[in-house]
């Protein structure tokens, strides 16, 4: 799931606008941007992502950097894209299921361990995204964008210790609503919440 | 399982890391619902492997559009609504002031402006060699092009009395027309020609005839002003690179 080496000649041949570069870009790229972004706006995801390439080709002669490089530059691209989406629909996220909705989505079964190991990849974005947006955001970074910690903080704009503390309430809540321990309502503290959007 | 069955999770941060990174390990050494969590995150790190290439050919020719020389905003955008963007509006801006030079150039031209811009707007252009009709010295229902277009001999014909200028032409307007034909009618090739009568104003002056030609003098401003007083204004002679 890496260039590697190829990465600094896809690069520049991307730069001159070769069309084998930008579509081993999008190969290599859109599945992870598209995974985070129906995690954060599923109905808007496909657009979004467009726009995510398109903009990342704007900027793609003025970038600099490594693949690691490229790659949380990419999601910064993203995540921003997220926020203007929200701006632009005048709210904060994607509205969240309620409560009572979680445990439907979340095939049944005699064992919850063998409910859970079923669950398909729309289910556990779904899941993530009842989750308060910080925590949400912070967990598809980590998980589905696979950026460590200090680049997701860089990325949401917060401190190394603030998105370790986010991810652990991220993963409590989850497995608390796997257990179908509580409602996804009262997870995070208010002030997290005033400073989730990007 | 019931709600109040449910022990409180207990993880800690080192615990989440792994789950994170998705080095759960045994899931019998992990706190109740971590395993659950392991799954989930498992399924969200496969999601990020599923490709979806049903877009992949407009957006990279996007893309490409972008990047080639002279692409830019206009190219992009597939899916997004496209927006204004400033930089058409120099074009936009330089299209504008084309289309009304145009515009008031012909109006100008043809003397139809009113009589306070004609007047500027002469003046103006008179300064790189371009003459056009003044309200002030034909009227605004005339044509002065008419008499613009005739030969250099018509301003000979219209000086007034006393002028020294060798011409054959006669000193009243009266006797531009041949004397074989009675005003208003002039002659042509063929014999006589009456001009149609045009109510308002009524013609005075046919078109000059190009037989009375002989003038050595450039016509003068004195030139001008008594053509208009003597002729009634319908044969001033602007066109011809005289000032006024």
Redesign the interface.
């Known amino acids: 799931m890496a260039l590697g080496e190829q990465f600094t000649d896809v690069l520049s041949a991307a730069r001159a606008g070769a069309p084998w570069a930008l579509e081993t870009l999008y190969r290599e790229y859109h599945p992870s941007v598209l995974a985070f972004l129906r995690g954060r706006a599923p109905a808007e995801a496909e657009d979004l992502a467009s726009d995510v390439f398109i903009a990342v080709a704007e900027g793609l002669t003025r970038f600099e950097g490594d693949e690691d490089g490229f790659r949380s530059w990419l999601f910064t691209i993203t995540y921003r894209q997220v926020g203007q989406l929200r701006r632009r629909m005048g709210r904060r996220r994607t509205d969240p299921f309620p409560a009572d909705e979680v445990g439907e989505r979340v095939p049944p079964g005699d064992a919850e361990s063998d409910a859970m190991a079923a669950i398909s990849t729309q289910q556990a974005l779904d899941l993530i995204a009842t989750l308060p947006p910080a925590q949400g955001e912070v967990l598809l970074l980590r998980v589905v964008a696979d950026l460590p910690v200090d680049e997701v903080a860089r990325i949401v704009n917060k401190r190394p210790t603030a998105v370790r503390a986010l991810q652990h309430r991220a993963i409590v809540g989850l497995a608390r609503r796997a257990a179908r321990d509580e409602p996804p309502k009262d997870e995070s503290p208010k002030e997290e919440k005033t400073e989730s959007s990007p | 399982?019931a709600?109040d069955e449910?022990p409180?999770?207990d993880?800690d941060?080192q615990a989440?890391?792994r789950?994170?990174a998705g080095r759960a390990g045994d899931?019998a050494d992990l706190?109740?619902?971590?395993?659950?969590?392991a799954?989930?995150?498992?399924?969200?790190?496969?999601?990020?492997?599923?490709?979806?290439?049903?877009?992949?050919a407009?957006?990279?020719a996007?893309?490409?559009d972008?990047?080639?020389p002279g692409g830019?905003a206009a190219a992009?955008?597939?899916?997004?609504a496209r927006r204004w963007h400033p930089a058409a509006l120099p074009r936009v801006l330089a299209a504008g002031a084309a289309g009304l030079t145009v515009l008031f150039g012909g109006l100008a031209a043809a003397g139809a402006l009113p009589a306070a811009a004609q007047n500027p707007v002469a003046d103006l252009v008179s300064h790189v060699g371009i003459d056009l009709p003044r309200p002030a010295s034909t009227g605004p229902s005339e044509k002065p092009v008419e008499t613009a277009t005739t030969s250099t001999s018509t301003t000979s014909t219209t000086l007034p009395t006393g002028d020294t200028t060798p011409t054959t032409a006669p000193t009243s307007p009266t006797t531009v027309t041949a004397p074989a034909c009675p005003p208003p009618s002039y002659e042509g090739s063929n014999g006589c020609i009456t001009p149609l009568p045009v109510p308002e104003p009524p013609p005075t002056a046919p078109p000059p005839i190009p037989t009375t030609t002989t003038t050595t003098r450039p016509p003068s401003p004195t030139t001008t002003t008594s053509t208009t007083v003597a002729s009634g204004g319908s044969v001033g002679g602007h066109a011809h690179g005289d000032t006024p």
């Not at chain 2, 799954?39 to 992949?56: C, G, N, P």
């Not at chain 2, 992009?76 to 997004?80: E, F, G, I, K, V």
């Open positions: 399982m709600p449910m409180r999770i993880l941060p989440a890391e789950l994170i899931p706190p109740r619902g971590a395993a659950e969590v799954h989930v995150l498992d399924a969200a790190r496969r999601a990020a492997t599923e490709r979806d290439d049903s877009r992949m407009t957006t990279v996007a893309m490409g972008v990047l080639a830019g992009r955008r597939p899916a997004a």
